[in-house]
């Protein structure tokens, strides 16, 4: 049995050492258009990779009971640690490895993948592929090659500089996939208001997001501002709800916290009103305070009168940003959209074509930060060996 795997990031690394240990004698290829492997997964958790999470719910990825179904069985400390990844929660339900160092797991998949005897082939791009007598024939930039199955773990279209430009997605839909929307997901947003005065500036914040006027989720975390918009983690998991929503009618509100993480109350501004002329200097930077204030429209110039405080304790409790639009493919962290789930069986294979399978990223599947979508990659690999 001659296995293509084309791609070679989280699910098609992991895809390939299963495939290899469940069944030595396969001839195992693995192809990716880059120079390395996994160049992604390098650049994840900020170099330290936040391989999975051990949420129990599923309800915080799209199409959450699809991925229940596929994911149940995953033990991902238990696999983790078959791959050679001994593993650590930090942050909450975060899963990381105990190195704390992405390019370590990359090392450790790629030199377990060589040495099970998977041939990792570089620099390959897959163009195009055709079925006949019962074989898959895949068409390189280089040449051609028959194989009896092929795993597409191609990823998306986000940060196609780490390999995944999504230029596969064209010729899905020629062989009759449906493709649900391309879209950014986890990725920065523009806003209405002028924010340049606050651009580099960050601050821990309670952030909630209101979609057609309707209150939809709130979460703390640290937001960054950009010359033209907001960043950070929060933001980024509220671009993607809005993504998924397919509106641009959304608000996004800030809240300026006081030292036991409430909400700043005209009467904590009020006491330190006495003793400073700008109380919210108090709590947030003098940037983010200079704002607040110009919303408020009060110039923070004198003791401020309790109904000063209140208005401007109004506008801290709730900085209003409007939606403007997403940041583009470059800067997103997950793709929204993809090989609808439609066309898959339970196996992850394919109904369209015979032989042919789909993990990862490439399926209409995301999740928000915090390891949720290498959970998914790795976890949709294993599934898909297990069945196979
Ligand atoms: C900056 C950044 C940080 C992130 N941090 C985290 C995190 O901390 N935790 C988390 O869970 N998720 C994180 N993610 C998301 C996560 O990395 C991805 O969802 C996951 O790696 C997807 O894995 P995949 O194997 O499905 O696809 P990919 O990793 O995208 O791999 C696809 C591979 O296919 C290859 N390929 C594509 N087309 C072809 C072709 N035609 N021929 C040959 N090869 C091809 C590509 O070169 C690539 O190597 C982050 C993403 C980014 C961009």
Partial sequence: MKIAIIGAGASGLVAAIKCKEKFPEYEVFLFDRMDAVARKVKATG????????LDSSFERYLHSSFVSRILKDYDQETTLLSLGIPTKTMYGSGLYPVSESASNVVTL?????????V??????????YCLGDGKINLFFDKYQAKFDKVIFSVGGKSNPNLGSDGSLFEVFRRHSYLVADLTPGLCPIRVKEDVKALFGQRFHTM???????????????????????LS???????????????????????????????????????EISKKNHNPLLAYVGEEL???????????????L?????????NIAAAIPFTYLDRYDFSFSQVTIGGIAIENLSADLSSKVEDGVYFIGEVIDVDGPCGGYNLRWAIGSA???VNHF
Avoid at 119 to 128: D, F, Q
Avoid at 208 to 227: A, P, R, T
Avoid at 289 to 303: G, L, N, V
């Fill in 109 to 117: 998949l790629e030199e377990r993948a060589r040495l099970l005897g």
């Fill in 305 to 313: 009168s309790y109904e000063e405080c209140q208005k401007l304790a």
């Fill in 46 to 53: 900020n170099g330290k990779c936040n391989i999975g999470n």
């Fill in 207 to 229: 952030a909630s997001l209101f979609i057609d006027g309707q209150f939809v989720h709130e979460e703390y975390g640290e937001v960054m501002f950009k010359k033209d918009g």
């Fill in 232 to 270: 950070g983690i929060v933001i980024m998991n509220l671009s993607s709800m809005i993504a998924h929503k397919k509106t641009n009618d959304a608000k996004i509100y800030l809240a300026a916290l006081n030292q036991k993480n409430e909400i700043v109350t005209a009467k904590n501004l009020f």
């Fill in 119 to 128: 041939n990792i082939i570089l620099n390959t791009r897959l163009s195009e």
């Fill in 289 to 303: 305070a200079a704002y607040i204030c110009k919303t408020a429209d009060i110039s923070a110039d004198h003791e």
């Fill in 382 to 384: 294993l599934h898909l």
